[in-house]
């Protein structure tokens, strides 16, 4: 549902900011790619005796083999794996790198794990033949560019955090510096890995490897006396890659491990390769279309959504959006008995977009409205001919607006066709007040004939301008067909370039969905739009012989709620469909012990599974067993009895293969178990900080479980009992586990960030089909923590100042606005004023105990236990001197 909420976002952003776009210039080209690129990311291949091996490698633009560069070796995660060498680049360090690509000054090697029925924690190990590989491929490159084998770097996240850790115990004088991410290893390492500079990184919500795997290794290693960094961001999860491998100063300290991060000078920036530069950018993973879904979900754009988008709109737009040319204009007049043609040419225009507003009306119709402000039309030359009179004149200017917006509005009709949104144009109006424009005299004239005087034509070119208003009015309004075509075109091709996923119950696989419009309804509260989806193939290699096409998942154009606020829905119906491509690729299989969960990995102990199944006593003490949990058909959210979404898995199984020791050459199928699980949940918004907001999705009675086991065929037993009782209540205890471990599941609900303005989630339902988001102002608040009264004054983009507004001690107020705040309050040298930035909290008091009182960001309660202290002011305070 987050995802889907950003193409809301998108395709709120798209209708305003579009329809004051012209497009590129006719005469626009893409630079010809003339030779095969060096620099970028470089799919590569590898060969040895087992085939071919693709891999990605990322090399700095600024390359040059005269100098050594450093290596970084990034171990993708249990997602990832395949055979294509472009899925590792797409999640973890590959995304960070193509921000900073301009600048970034190391070489990467993005090897990728082949094996995808393994064990998930030991994909990476230098045991295994990826392990080995990914050494090999790195040593390939050392051998293929300048590299500094002295400063290989070592990293990797979720599988890839496992085998770091794991590599780096296998080779520790080898490494300059090593950061395991959302990953674990064995303790006893702790010895190997004392000396080696280490900074982990671990989410402390992480569910699916929890925090306390890297927290024992950091405590092994401490307890060792060695001296590893380590970062558990309270708000992060699983994916805490985008905070650590975001994070600039861990590039410094990857060159420079025995310093402190806070010391060290930036080696990289956010600062995306230019234009010439990326076709080195990292290439999309195939998208092969295998399952239709439509009524997927819907996005109900109200009007005070609509409106927060329209305030947004004239900060966001660049100048030169509102700069271009326009075509010549061949006119005839009469003055004085004598007739002229008119030609003026050169004309081009430059705007400011004062204000803009976006309202639904009425069934069908969407108004636009746009203010344009000192908008300058400049007539860069004007002739005039006539029988023996002609004239020559200077550059004119038009200037629309110079006191007060004048409004440009659009009437349009959305509809879908052939899964694109359009817009019909209906009507268009834009007068411009007598009082707010005026033209300029002519820049120099020249004149032939008798009785033509410069005077004349000036003031004749100038009065004639000023008769011309309709025309003027006219030559605006007939852009707004173009503006809609390129409108059109850009919802197009955002579509086409966006994957989403939704909510998605499996760690690994998760699929790959574009979204399309598949109904869209206007009424006088918004507009609401339900939405189709279609996912690609698990193995983009093994396409499907046609795309299943299954029914309507949600509710249709008609029953979207009439909210004036923005409002995502989630037809939770795909995740049936969804699920059953990963059970036809045969690729959900994880090995217990890869689970988070340690009850669930007691189901491949032997001395645990023997009092299940007594016939392993049979094989004595040297017994091993693999066992595997694996789907054999979807997954589905249904409505249960309370009303409630229930998850229900009616086809789960446990296979477990043995070995009778450890020289057996392969494992041997011995018992299967079919599962059938059903946890009903109670949706909520939690709120895990003042300022983030999330679904928490909190189990509201005991999972139904039924398990039903059985030898493997081919295979005969000597003692035939099996206490399926026993494995259901381990496999219970397990599910309570992983399920409740940390709290119950939340899935966060990013902000809504329109560039200026913002939404924040305020609500969630559950009504069947759907679960569903809500998003309002996230306004900005004030608590006066001193112990005196706060007096202040606020400003809006588009208001005058507000107030004067009194805080008293101990009391807050709040702001329900979409959009920043400017804040003053007098003091001894005049005003001081900050900007409070919309969806946060400030607070007024002390920072050190006998200073003046302040604003401060606002602590949050555990902040305030642990008297940690806060941030500075805001870094755009100003004072103004004292009028």
């Not at 034509?457 to 605006?476: D, H, N, P």
């Not at 491509?581 to 032997?606: G, M, N, Q």
């Not at 107030?803 to 009391?811: D, E, R």
């Amino acid at each position: 549902m987050p995802r889907l909420r950003s193409v809301a976002h998108n395709l709120l952003a798209l209708i305003a900011v579009s329809l004051i776009l012209r497009g590129l210039p006719a005469n626009a080209q893409v630079p010809a790619q003339a030779q095969p690129r060096t620099t970028g990311f470089l799919l590569k291949t590898y060969k040895d005796d087992a085939g071919a091996h693709k891999y990605t490698v990322f090399v700095p633009h600024a390359y040059t083999p005269a100098k050594k560069w450093p290596v970084i070796l990034f171990l993708h995660g249990a997602g990832e794996r395949g055979s294509d060498g472009v899925l590792p680049t797409t999640i973890g360090l590959g995304p960070m790198v193509r921000e900073r690509a301009a600048n970034f000054p190391f070489v990467v090697v993005f090897p990728q794990c082949e094996d995808m029925h393994g064990r998930l924690l030991l994909g990476w190990s230098p045991a295994n033949p990826d392990g080995q590989r990914a050494l090999k491929i790195l040593e390939q490159v050392e051998k293929d560019y300048s590299v500094d084998a002295k400063r290989e770097i070592l990293t990797g996240w979720s599988m890839g955090g496992y085998g770091a850790w794991e590599l780096a115990a296998a080779f520790p004088q080898r490494w300059l510096s090593v950061v395991p991410m959302s990953g674990g290893g064995d303790a006893a390492w702790a010895e190997k890995l004392k000396s080696v500079p280490i900074w982990a990184w671990h989410g402390a919500r992480d569910r699916s490897v929890r925090a306390e795997q890297s927290r024992k290794m950091v405590d092994a290693i401490r307890a060792a006396d060695g001296h590893p960094r380590y970062s558990e961001p309270d708000e992060s999860d699983h994916n805490v890659w985008l905070q650590g491998y975001d994070d600039d100063s861990l590039y410094a300290w990857m060159l420079a491990p025995q310093s402190d991060p806070a010391t060290l000078k930036p080696v990289t920036s956010r600062l995306k390769a230019a234009a010439g530069q990326q076709a080195g950018m990292i290439p999309a993973p195939q998208f092969v279309p295998a399952l239709d879904m439509p009524r997927a979900g819907y996005v109900r754009l109200g009007n005070e959504a609509l409106q927060a988008l329209a305030d947004s709109v004239p900060k966001v737009v660049s100048r030169d959006m509102l700069v271009g040319r326009l075509a010549d204009i061949t006119d005839y007049t009469e003055a004085e008995g004598y007739g002229f043609s008119v030609y003026m040419s050169g004309l081009s225009y430059q705007a400011q977009l004062g204000r803009a507003a976006i309202k639904a009306y009425r069934k069908d119709r969407l108004n636009v409205q746009l203010g344009l402000s000192n908008a300058h039309v400049t007539i860069g030359g004007t002739s005039l001919s006539g029988d023996r009179h002609s004239a020559q004149a200077g550059p004119i200017s038009v200037v629309i607006g110079h006191r007060r917006p004048v409004w440009l509005s659009i009437d349009v009709t959305p509809v879908v066709v052939d899964r694109k949104l359009r817009f019909k144009h209906v009507g268009t109006s834009f007068q411009i007040p007598n009082d707010n424009w005026y033209v300029t005299a002519p820049a120099g004239v020249s004149t032939r004939g008798f009785g033509m005087t410069e005077d004349k034509v000036s003031s004749g070119l100038v009065s004639g301008l000023y008769g011309r208003k309709a025309m003027i009015e006219q030559k605006v309004q007939g852009i707004v067909p173009n503006l809609i075509a390129e409108l059109e075109k850009k919802i197009d091709a955002a579509l086409a370039n966006k994957s989403v996923t939704g909510i998605w119950p499996l760690p690994v696989y998760q699929p790959q969905l574009k979204v399309w419009p598949a109904e869209v309804s206007t009424d006088e509260q918004g507009v609401s739009l339900v939405m189709g989806a279609t996912a690609s193939a698990v193995d983009p290699g093994k396409p499907p012989k046609a795309v299943r096409t299954v029914p309507p998942l949600g509710i249709g154009v008609d029953a979207v709620p009439q909210s004036k606020k923005l409002q995502v829905g989630l037809a939770t119906g795909m995740i049936g469909p969804l699920t059953e491509l990963v059970v036809a690729a045969d690729v959900f299989r994880i090995h217990v012990a890869d689970t988070p969960s340690p009850v669930l990995a007691k189901l491949a102990d032997p001395a645990v599974l023997v009092d299940i199944i007594p016939d392993l006593k049979r094989f004595g003490n040297q017994a091993q067993v693999w066992t595997e949990l694996s789907l054999a058909g979807p997954i589905n959210v249904v409505e249960a009895a309370n009303k409630n979404p229930a998850l229900e898995a009616t086809q789960m199984k446990l296979k477990i293969s043995f070995k009778a020791d450890a020289a057996s050459a392969e494992w041997k199928p011995y018992a299967e178990f079919d599962v059938s699980l059903r946890q009903s949940f109670t949706p909520s918004l939690a709120k895990p900080t003042a300022l983030t907001r999330a679904v928490t999705l909190a189990p509201d009675a005991a999972a139904q479980i039924e398990v039903t086991g059985r030898f493997a065929p081919g295979y005969t037993p000597q003692e035939t009992h099996i206490d399926n009782g026993k494995m259901q209540e381990l496999f219970a205890a397990g599910w309570d586990d992983f399920l409740n471990a940390g709290g119950p599941p939340q899935m966060d609900l990013p902000d809504v960030d329109l560039g200026y303005t913002m939404l924040r989630a305020d609500d969630v339902n559950w009504s069947s089909p759907e679960l569903s988001a809500i998003f309002g102002p996230p306004g900005v608040k004030i608590t006066n923590s001193s112990d005196k009264s706060l007096t202040y004054e606020t400003k809006g983009p588009y208001s005058d100042w507000g107030g004067p507004y009194t805080l008293k001690p101990g009391q807050s107020h709040d702001f329900p606005i979409t959009y920043p705040m400017l804040f003053r309050r007098r003091v001894a040298t005049g005003y001081q004023m900050f900007t409070l930035p919309v969806g946060t909290h400030s607070e007024f008091r002390t920072k050190v105990a006998g200073t003046p009182e302040n604003l401060y960001k606002a602590r949050e309660p555990a902040e305030i236990a642990k008297a940690v202290e806060n941030v500075p002011p805001p870094p755009d305070e100003k004072t103004t001197d004292k009028k």
